[in-house]
Antibody
Framework: QVQLVQSGAEVKEPGASLNVSCKASGYTFATYGISWVRQAPGQGLEWMGWISVYNGNTNYPQNFQGRVTMTTDTSTSTAYLELRSLRSDDTAVYYC?????????WGQGTLVTVSS | QSVLTQPPSASGTPGQRVTISCSGSSSNIGSSPVNWYQQLPGTAPKLLIYINNQRPSGVPDRFSGSKSGTSASLAISGLQSEDEADYFCAAWDDSLNGVVFGGGTKLTVL
C-alpha cells in the first residue's frame, strides 16, 4: 500500500532552517510528483509547491520563492523540504503528498515549532 | 484569507444530506478541476473527490462532488457520526500558478 512517512517533530529558533524528509513506499517513486502543504495551528491548508520526481522540476508559489527548496533522492525514494529564515508564523504541520491527478496520499505530517 | 470561499461550518443529523459549497473565480474553479479533502481531527487530509466528481477507491458513494461555472459543491448523503470532520476544496489557479485551497468547512453531526 502507498505510504509516505515523514521525519519527526522539530523545534527551531527564528532565522534557522527546517529540513523535513518524506520517505515513500508502495509505488514507483519516479512516476508521481510530490507536493508539500502546510497547516498552521487551527488554520487551513497552504500549498508550498511541487517537485517532479522524474526530472527534478519545481514549482514554488511566489510567497515561498527564495526561501524554499524541494529535492528528491530516487535511490531512497525520499523527498526533502528545506525552508530557510524561519519566522514564528512558519509554525505549522508540514505535509508531503503524492501528486497524481491531485495530491492523493499524504504523509502523517511533521510539526515544526518556531520559537526562541 | 483563502482564495476559495467555503462556509466555516455546516451541520446535520444522522441520515440527512448536507452540502458544502466552494466558490472561486475564472482563474481557478472556472478553468480547473476541483478536488475535495476530508480531515479528521488530528490526522492528515484524505482525498475524497478528484476531478470534480470522481471518488478514489474506498471512498463511499455517499460522497459526491459537482461543479458549475466558478463554484463547486460536496454532497454527503446518509450522514454518519464518523463524517464529522473538516472539509477542504482545492483547485489549480492559473493566475497564481499554484494550488489554492478553501478555508475549510467544519462539519458537525448533531
Amino acid at each position: 500500500q502507498v505510504q509516505l512517512v515523514q521525519s519527526g517533530a522539530e523545534v527551531k529558533e527564528p532565522g534557522a532552517s527546517l529540513n523535513v524528509s518524506c520517505k515513500a513506499s508502495g509505488y514507483t517513486f519516479a512516476t508521481y510528483g510530490i507536493s508539500w502543504v502546510r497547516q498552521a495551528p487551527g488554520q487551513g491548508l497552504e500549498w508550498m509547491g511541487w517537485i517532479s520526481v522524474y526530472n527534478g522540476n519545481t514549482n514554488y508559489p511566489q510567497n515561498f520563492q527564495g526561501r524554499v527548496t524541494m529535492t528528491t533522492d530516487t535511490s531512497t525514494s525520499t523527498a526533502y523540504l528545506e525552508l530557510r529564515s524561519l519566522r514564528s508564523d512558519d509554525t505549522a504541520v508540514y505535509y508531503c503528498a503524492r501528486n497524481g491527478m491531485a495530491p492523493d496520499f499524504w504523509g502523517q505530517g511533521t510539526l515544526v515549532t518556531v520559537s526562541s | 484569507q483563502s482564495v476559495l470561499t467555503q462556509p466555516p461550518s455546516a451541520s446535520g443529523t444522522p441520515g440527512q444530506r448536507v452540502t458544502i459549497s466552494c466558490s472561486g473565480s475564472s482563474s481557478n474553479i472556472g478553468s480547473s478541476p476541483v478536488n475535495w479533502y476530508q480531515q479528521l481531527p488530528g490526522t492528515a487530509p484524505k482525498l475524497l473527490i478528484y476531478i470534480n466528481n470522481q471518488r478514489p477507491s474506498g471512498v463511499p458513494d455517499r460522497f459526491s462532488g459537482s461543479k458549475s461555472g466558478t463554484s463547486a459543491s460536496l454532497a454527503i448523503s446518509g450522514l454518519q457520526s464518523e463524517d464529522e470532520a473538516d472539509y477542504f476544496c482545492a483547485a489549480w489557479d492559473d493566475s497564481l500558478n499554484g494550488v489554492v485551497f478553501g478555508g475549510g468547512t467544519k462539519l458537525t453531526v448533531l
